[in-house]
């Protein structure tokens, strides 16, 4: 069983940063597709951010130029780098990897954007 473990959320002002990390109890390097997913209150739950096998980076446009996803494959860790960051941005924030066919997912970690 592989778990994953958020961490970094919290409450920020509009326009500030957080860093989102994403802990994996095996080795990302064989991941299919490892990706962070939100759902604010109310709505459905949407991709963020994905890195799919080889490298391609995808993003939600509400995002583009704001957020960075990256993979740390020495420790294990998925990471997202928000940056100017909108009250709009604020939800539960869970990160999700793909591995042979099977979908994981973390606990959630919330992020609050607010004055």
């Known amino acids: 069983q592989v778990q994953l473990v958020e961490s970094g959320g919290g409450l920020v002002q509009p326009g500030g940063s957080l860093r989102l990390s994403c802990a994996v109890s095996?080795?990302?390097?064989?991941?299919?597709?490892m990706g962070w997913y939100r759902q604010a209150p109310g709505k459905q739950r949407e991709l963020v951010a994905s890195?799919?096998?080889?490298?391609?980076?995808n993003y939600a446009d509400s995002v583009k130029g704001r957020f960075t996803i990256s993979g740390d494959n020495a420790k294990n860790t998925v990471l997202l780098q928000m940056n100017s960051l909108k009250p709009e941005d604020t939800a539960v924030y869970y990160c999700?990897?793909?591995?042979?066919?099977?979908?994981?997912w973390g606990q959630g970690t919330q992020v609050t954007v607010s004055s």
């Open positions: 999700n990897i793909l591995l042979w066919g099977t979908s994981y």
């Open positions: 095996r080795s990302i390097f064989s991941v299919n597709v």
């Open positions: 890195i799919i096998g080889g490298g391609r980076i």
